[in-house]
């Protein structure tokens, strides 16, 4: 079982930077995709970015340029650097463990934190 709990989500101006970190409890394989998702009112949730346990990182192409995922798979944490934010991000952004077994993929989600950005 995985739990994971994010962190670092706020109000921020256009333009402005952010930081989120998700960690997570339980055990973490290599083979485990790490990553992040983003919910806004009214929207399906949808894909900002991932990271395997060697990479490369995979990027929507809403935020290539601007966002960074980087992962510490000794510290079981995966973080989301975001710079230049535009109001059209804001957005709960959610954490995510994927795994794949023999019968399918499982994945796990973190409970979301929120991101807002002003104009």
């Known amino acids: 079982q995985v739990q994971l709990v994010e962190s670092g989500g706020g109000l921020v101006q256009a333009g402005g930077s952010l930081r989120l970190s998700c960690t997570a409890s339980?055990?973490?394989?290599?083979?485990?995709?790490m990553g992040w998702y983003r919910q806004a009112p009214g929207k399906q949730r949808e894909f900002v970015a991932t990271?395997?346990?060697?990479?490369?990182?995979n990027y929507a192409d809403s935020v290539k340029g601007r966002f960074t995922i980087s992962r510490d798979n000794a510290k079981k944490t995966v973080n989301l650097q975001m710079n230049n934010l535009k109001p059209e991000d804001t957005a709960v952004y959610y954490c995510?463990?994927?795994?794949?077994?023999?019968?399918?993929?499982?994945?796990?989600w973190g409970q979301g934190t929120q991101v807002t950005v002003s104009p």
């Open positions: 995510q463990v994927l795994r794949s077994f023999f019968n399918g993929p499982r994945e796990w």
């Open positions: 339980g055990t973490i394989f290599s083979g485990d995709t």
């Open positions: 990271m395997a346990a060697s990479g490369p990182a």
